[in-house]
């Protein structure tokens, strides 16, 4: 998973420009009429002003320190003094005098609270840019204490916590915030989605990963995303050999079966394998139609190896020219069978020949009858021959009962996320 969506920074520069642009040009504050700024204090807080106007900053916190030695200054003095002070240590970067400037002016009483919201979360910015995860956390959170609703610092939560490495409390943010847009029918940002892939994949919480995985295809279904979910199913802990067939069949659908680089090899390879798989388990007009394809399109039968792949087309051409002729043969001995996983394989077999209606329901008479070696996976498969067939609805539907914990109930919520693209 890319980690970009946690480095992007986010834009609340202009922001704290426009609010500390004020500092520079007025006076920082209403006096009541007994208030006034004395010339040992003034002075050098006008000069500052100057000096950050002209672009030298630095300069104008050494002014400020000629009022800092003026002693009994009024609240009112403070006020301005680090109300300036304040303006040029973010212009120059120095962003601990400027949080010091900012704590004084919060305990005077003096700043609005639109203000401190503001620049609170201004600093939290400043921080982040400046890769101090820590202040920008503490900045983000006290903004948010004051009141604050930016979206722009629920963006700087998740970052933040990410950053300090505590991933679980930005999932937990981040996950909440998710369902609530999802709740409201808008679609979140990916790089949303992104950020909490990442901090499920980096606290080893395998099911939140794939759950967030799953949720970047069902908004944004690129080849990427799938191919990182199709293998958090193939590398889950028990996922068994018989349900690599069922693997394939997703990745073929989903344009993965070549893995992360597609190269030809590798393309030719695994669709070779998918060929034998399907032969030995008996479906003949699946392989049919893939090997057609595979050697229409070069996937086969033009590389080092092509003299092998022909080999296996001839098996599958005579395979399918036999199993065309005795289709019908087993439908009897699936019948009177005492599990209904013969008839399932029977007309799952008749869905690769383009007999959908006789396969379905053949399929589902082997359902009906039950006592069902895998009864999850015989669910898939009904789910996969309706997707065939073209009946998505149904398809989805079934798929959505399909459970177990060794990846057939995986595959069926990834064939729902196919489906409705």
Request: a positive charge.
């Amino acid at each position: 998973m890319n980690n970009s969506s946690t480095k992007r920074p986010l834009r609340l520069r202009s922001r704290l420009c426009l609010c500390l642009a004020l500092v520079a040009g007025s006076a920082p504050a209403v006096a009541a009429p007994e208030e006034t700024v004395r010339a040992e204090v003034g002075k050098p807080v006008q000069a500052a002003q100057a000096l950050i106007k002209q672009g030298k900053f630095k300069e104008a916190l050494g002014k400020l320190r000629e009022a800092d030695s003026v002693a009994a200054r009024t609240p009112y003095e403070n006020y301005a003094l680090e109300y300036t002070r304040l303006s040029a240590a973010n212009s120059a970067g120095d962003l601990a005098t400027a949080s010091k400037a900012f704590e004084a002016l919060a305990a005077s009483g003096r700043l609005p609270p639109a203000s401190q919201q503001q620049i609170s979360l201004a600093l939290a910015s400043q921080y982040y840019r400046a890769g101090s995860y820590k202040e920008a956390l503490a900045w983000t959170q006290r903004y948010q204490q004051l009141g604050g609703q930016d979206p722009a610092a629920r963006t700087l939560l998740y970052q933040s916590h990410y950053q300090t490495g505590n991933f679980e409390a930005a999932a937990k943010a981040l996950g909440a915030d998710l369902a609530a847009e999802e709740k409201a029918g808008r679609v979140p940002a990916e790089n949303l989605y992104q950020l909490l892939a990442n901090c499920e994949l980096k606290r080893g919480n395998q099911v939140g990963y794939q759950q967030a995985l799953e949720k970047l295809l069902v908004a944004y279904p690129k080849r990427d995303y799938w191919l990182g979910a199709l293998q958090g199913v193939a590398t889950k802990p028990g996922f068994p050999d018989r349900l690599a067939l069922d693997l394939a069949r997703l990745r073929l659908a989903t344009d993965t079966l070549g893995g992360a680089t597609n190269a030809p090899a590798v393309l030719a390879e695994q669709t070779f394998d998918t060929l034998q798989r399907l032969l030995q388990a008996g479906f003949a007009g699946e392989a049919k139609a893939l090997s057609d394809e595979a050697f229409g399109r070069g996937i086969l039968g033009a590389g080092k190896d092509a003299a092998r792949e022909q080999r296996l087309r001839a098996l599958v051409d005579k395979t399918y020219a036999e199993d065309q002729k005795t289709l019908g043969q087993g439908d009897a001995e699936a019948a009177t069978a005492r599990s209904g996983d013969a008839l399932l394989a029977q007309g799952l077999n008749y869905v690769g020949h383009g007999q959908f209606d006789k396969g379905l329901a053949l399929m589902e008479q082997g359902l009906a009858k039950g006592s069902l070696k895998y009864p999850e996976d015989a669910k898939l498969h009904l789910g996969y021959a309706q997707l065939k067939a073209g009946r998505k609805a149904e398809a989805i539907k079934t798929f959505k009962t399909v459970g177990g914990t060794d990846g057939s109930a995986d595959l069926a919520r990834l064939w729902i996320v196919q489906a409705g693209h």
